[in-house]
């Protein structure tokens, strides 16, 4: 498996602080993706970068924020937590037209 | 607005069943579908990717088919095992770059 690792794996944090979730791969891959997964509604895409500084919307992307400064990290932040960002995180990587692979997911409680 | 659609969500059969899972699509517009494994707590793992010239692709026991012209794919599990328990997820890259999940099939093989 490609190596991809999220940091922290769990974290609680208090409604409306600012919460950053890491993304780190050692695949050089060009794509990487940030998604949230709740019960119900599947995988949700929240943000993709297809390059350095190259980042685009996906499906949920209010309230999150996204920074790609080296090809290895990909950046997630909640401006300012809410309960309804309770979730799992999960960040994926690619390189052109192959496979997508994931990290194991960052489960965060917003209380 | 691409949208993936697994029928069943949940599905038990009995071991040595050879089995079959559902995927389609609303675009058929589509780069590559990939088949994902997911067990409880766990990130995704990649069981096998198509792309959109193919139609079929095997690893050991499972083979995934694609018509892109119908939207479907499905997903053949010959001969289940109990170990073969899991949450299984389909996703779609388009001609952009997002991949495009499918909510899942939960597979229960009873032993």
């Known amino acids: 498996d490609a190596g991809i690792t999220q940091s922290p794996r769990h974290k609680v944090t208090e409604t409306g602080t600012p919460v950053t979730l890491r993304c780190h791969q050692t695949?050089?891959?060009?794509?990487m993706y940030w998604y949230r997964q709740d019960p119900g509604h599947g995988l949700r895409l929240i943000h993709y970068?297809?390059?350095?500084?190259?980042?685009d919307k996906g499906e949920v992307s209010d309230g999150y924020s996204v920074s790609r400064s080296k090809t290895e990290d990909f950046l997630l932040t909640l401006e300012s937590a809410t309960s309804s960002q309770t979730s799992v995180y999960f960040c994926?990587?690619?390189?052109?037209?192959?496979?997508?692979?994931f990290g194991q997911g960052t489960r965060l409680t917003v209380v | 607005k691409q949208e993936v659609t697994q029928i069943p969500a949940a599905l038990s059969v009995p071991e040595g069943e050879n089995l079959v899972l559902n995927c389609s699509f609303t675009?058929?517009?589509?780069?590559?579908l990939q088949w994902f494994r997911q067990d409880p707590g766990k990130g995704l793992t990649s069981l096998l990717l198509?792309?959109?010239?193919?139609r079929e692709q095997t690893s050991g026991r499972l083979n995934a088919s694609l018509d892109k012209s119908s939207g479907r794919s499905t997903l053949y599990i010959a001969a289940s095992q109990p170990g073969d328990s899991a949450t299984y997820l389909c996703?779609?890259?388009?001609?952009?770059?997002?991949?495009?999940f499918g909510k899942g099939t939960r597979l229960h093989i009873l032993p």
């Open positions: 994926a990587s690619r390189t052109e037209n192959t496979e997508a692979f």
């Open positions: 695949e050089n891959h060009r794509y």
């Open positions: 970068s297809y390059g350095v500084k190259d980042t």
């Open positions: 675009d058929s517009a589509i780069y590559n």
């Open positions: 198509i792309q959109s010239s193919q």
């Open positions: 996703a779609v890259k388009g001609p952009g770059d997002k991949i495009i």
